[in-house]
């Protein structure tokens, strides 16, 4: 089924702007994200055709099943809360059926782990791109010879430094594996080539040092350590930023570089919204979609705020949320067996003929 379908067969409970819009938060580049509450038709939601959620190939439309929604709602799901918390000039249609859903069975302090716990996701997101901002990483991935270390006395030097100070070649190397021990291996030179060594890595891509066959009676020439463990986190820290790079909405990055703050603004006043709103659930026992600060958010969105003042703030937030849910009047959590009563109540209206 497609959206269109919904709209079409008449199944729509509930529709309205959401995001910025919602937030009171929108810009003349902000998008028009919508979301909804479906229910299916008789004979699939009886049948094997059950589809919880339905949105658009851009995923700014979203729609939800009741079923879905009402389950997401017991859980204090952040997006869904908010929906049901809708200020009316977004809400683009409303079946009278939706009354049966009061927000005042719905709110909880299981809130300040749902609000504030996806505000510390995007904590996590914005220090992640703080550094992969700062430390952009060279698109020519460093070799296992860059994490080699060759002993030396009771420290260590790195082999390529050693290799190019000795005048030796690492192709000309051969390693054995030294034993009862970790990485660690005899280094042997054969500047005359008669033993074909496999050198210390036979390709530039190799994830592993190559171990020679070497000769009895042959004499070492240093001892080679292998920081296997440094490499492979490089390795998954390298591919997880060239990954990022691809994948980047490079109009926001170019934004977030345009601030010369080097965070992500638009995450980080996500953070401040989502904290303020929990900090509000379990004081007040109210949510409110649309924010009263929108001018303050909006700042934080361009960047007018030092990266530690924000985290400071987000920080303090989180010790008031903390306090006030010790005295919250809200209840522990959601009364499942009432919210899933209202859900068979509204569906026995719904599929009553």
């Known amino acids: ?75 204090n799901n952040p997006n869904i809360v908010e929906i049901l918390a809708t200020p009316k000039e977004c809400i683009l249609y409303r079946d009278p059926i939706m009354d049966k859903l009061n927000i005042d069975i719905i709110l909880s302090r299981l809130c300040k782990d749902t609000f504030g716990g996806y505000a510390l996701t995007q904590i996590r997101k914005a220090k992640g791109l703080n550094k992969k901002i700062l430390n952009p990483m060279p698109k020519r991935r460093k070799t296992i010879l860059d994490f080699c270390f060759i002993t030396v006395n009771y420290s260590s030097v790195k082999a390529k430094s050693w290799l190019t100070k000795n005048g030796i070649s690492q192709v000309d190397c051969g390693l054995a594996k030294i034993p ?60 997880e930023y060239w990954e990022w790079v691809e994948k980047r909405n490079k109009v926001r ?15 980080m006043m996500h953070t401040i919204r989502l904290l303020q709103v929990a900090l509000e659930i379990v004081r007040d026992g109210k949510l409110n979609v649309k924010r009263q600060n929108r001018d303050e958010l909006l700042a934080i969105k361009r960047g007018d705020f030092e990266y530690d ?19 919250s009047k809200l209840q ?7 919210i899933e009563s209202v859900l068979v109540e509204m569906r026995a209206e719904l599929y009553a003929y």
């Open 180 to 239: 009862n021990t970790k990485n660690l291996y005899a280094l042997f030179h054969d500047a005359e080539k008669k033993f074909n060594y496999k050198g210390i890595a036979n390709k530039e891509t190799a994830n592993e040092v190559s171990v020679s066959s070497v000769p009895a009676g042959e004499k070492e020439i240093a001892y080679l350590f292998f920081n296997q463990d440094s490499y492979s986190s490089y390795c998954k820290e390298h591919s």
């Open 1 to 75: 089924m497609t959206i269109k379908d919904l709209k079409d067969q008449n199944l729509l409970l509930f529709e309205c702007l959401s995001g910025s819009k919602a937030y009171g938060l929108d810009t003349p580049q902000s998008d028009t994200d919508i979301k909804g509450i479906y229910y299916m038709p008789k004979e699939m939601f009886f049948g094997l055709k059950y589809i919880p959620q339905i949105s658009n190939e851009s995923n700014d439309e979203v729609y939800y099943e009741i079923g879905r929604f009402i389950e997401l709602l017991i859980k």
């Open 332 to 338: 522990q959590k959601p009364d499942a067996k009432l």
């Open 309 to 327: 003042e924000i985290l400071n703030m987000a920080e303090d937030l989180m010790l008031q949320i903390e306090r006030e849910t010790v005295t």
């Open 253 to 267: 990055y170019t934004v977030n570089k345009s601030h010369g703050k080097d965070y992500d603004a638009k995450n």
